[in-house]
């Protein structure tokens, strides 16, 4: 009965900071792009926004910090866990009340640091899911971190558009940083890390052996230009989305909020289970092909809804199938990168491949405003097809690697 009692609070810990972890990450993307459009921001503006999410790809550079030191209260990753959690109360508290048409240098500065501290939290978080997990129980707690996760994005991308329509977005970013206050209520109760895993004694045990031993992997080149670009026409298509919906077609904050996040969350967590279930029967190679040539042709419902304008069917068919796909594809590479990592570095080393899975995302932002500009919507969407396949042609030149690493998870 204890054992059941332990597993079941690991779990349930796991589940309440995946919300945690998910809350901020709209809040200086596509919420804030919403907002930046609705106070008549130019597009080109709102796709510089984008770099504001610079510090998900750089956070492998602190990542041995939050593994070095060891605050003074509640151990070192609840600890960690804290002080970030705080200082996202802070921020989006003191964002709630600037004005994106007066003060965007100022927003952009105030989002940076938001990422950073967001960057920091998905850090200390993904280390405390890490070492508290049995083995036998890392499947169930990554499922419920992810499902937490994305009602937390669902939370702060899709209801905070609503409220934003009926009070304003100074009281929506004002409850969200209310609800951002109550998760340090579980990171109190969370249970605490065993004192058999001991934290590195120098910063030469906490960055170099863990870089050194993912660099002198076989094709580590390859590797992470896969990482980086096997998700890119994804990046490509969703960059822009707010805006799209808002301004290029015509859609209310209400109709975006409660349709394009909610049938989103819904077919991406649909797409992450049923991919899931695939990788047990088709091998990890051929999940990776498979779902990607799904996530390239899904973008081009983007592109038939640009051509059609405001429709309501067909964005929620649009919004459904290119979510599923995606879903799909996550699947198998949230897979890819677990079994690339060392056990004996976890932390350090998923937080350098999740860094190089987020450059896409972030580095296309400016690209696209620029993009939209000069080429519209319809185009724009036939080029988020285009950029898919770099990824899955670099896919082929890793095709034994994959395998390889495929029997670790399957």
């Known amino acids: 009965m204890f054992t059941h009692y332990v597993k079941d609070r690991n779990i349930l810990a796991v589940l ?10 709209a809040l200086t993307g596509s919420t804030l792009q919403a907002w ?13 926004f984008s770099l504001v999410g610079l510090p998900y790809v750089w956070k ?18 609840r600890g960690w866990i804290l002080i970030t959690q705080l200082g996202l109360c802070l921020a989006l508290f003191v964002l709630a009340h600037m004005d994106p048409h007066g003060q965007p240098l100022w927003i952009g ?9 967001s960057a920091s939290q998905d850090i200390a978080i993904d280390a405390y899911r890490t070492d508290i997990l049995l083995p036998d129980e890392r ?53 605490d890390i065993s004192d058999s895993i001991r934290a590195p004694r120098t910063f030469g045990e906490a960055v170099v052996k863990p870089l050194l031993n993912l660099v002198k992997r076989e094709r580590i080149i390859i590797i992470l230009l896969f990482i980086t670009f096997y998700k890119f026409g994804d990046a490509v298509a969703l960059a822009l989305m707010s805006n799209f919906l808002l301004k290029g077609i015509g859609f209310s904050l209400t109709t ?8 989103g969350l819904l077919a991406t967590i649909l797409g992450a289970f049923v991919g899931g279930a695939w990788l047990t029967r088709l091998n990890l190679f051929r999940a990776l092909l498979f779902f990607g040539i799904l996530q390239a042709f899904s973008n081009l ?11 309501e069917i067909w964005m929620v068919t649009s919004i459904f199938i290119e979510a599923f796909c995606s879903g799909l594809g996550t699947a198998a590479f949230v ?25 896409g995302r972030v580095i296309i932002g400016p690209l696209a405003g620029i993009m939209v500009l000069h080429l519209g919507w319809v185009s724009y969407f036939a080029w988020s097809f285009i950029l898919s396949f770099p990824g899955i042609l670099l896919l082929f030149a890793l095709r034994g690697k994959v395998r390889l690493h495929a029997e670790k998870i399957l």
């Open 256 to 263: 975006v909020g409660m349709t394009y996040k909610t049938f």
């Open 36 to 48: 930046f459009t609705q106070a008549g921001v130019n597009v080109v503006t709102i796709g510089a």
């Open 16 to 25: 309440l900071l995946g919300f945690s972890s998910g809350l901020p990450l």
């Open 60 to 77: 492998v550079l602190w990542a041995p910090v939050l593994d070095r030191f060891i605050p003074p209260w509640w151990g070192r990753r």
């Open 335 to 359: 897979a890819f990168l677990m079994a690339l990592c060392d056990h004996h570095y976890t932390a350090t080393q998923f937080a350098c491949l999740s860094g190089a899975s987020a450059i």
């Open 139 to 191: 499947g169930l707690g990554a499922a419920a971190y992810i499902f937490s996760y994305r009602i937390a994005m669902l939370i702060s991308g899709g209801l905070a558009l609503v409220l934003a329509d009926h009070v304003g977005w100074r009281v929506t970013y004002e409850i969200m940083a209310i609800l951002m206050s109550l998760s340090i209520i579980s990171t109190y109760f969370a249970p």
């Open 109 to 117: 500065g105030l989002a940076l640091t938001i990422a950073f501290i």
């Open 301 to 311: 419902m983007f592109m038939f809804l640009a051509m059609v304008g405001k429709n």
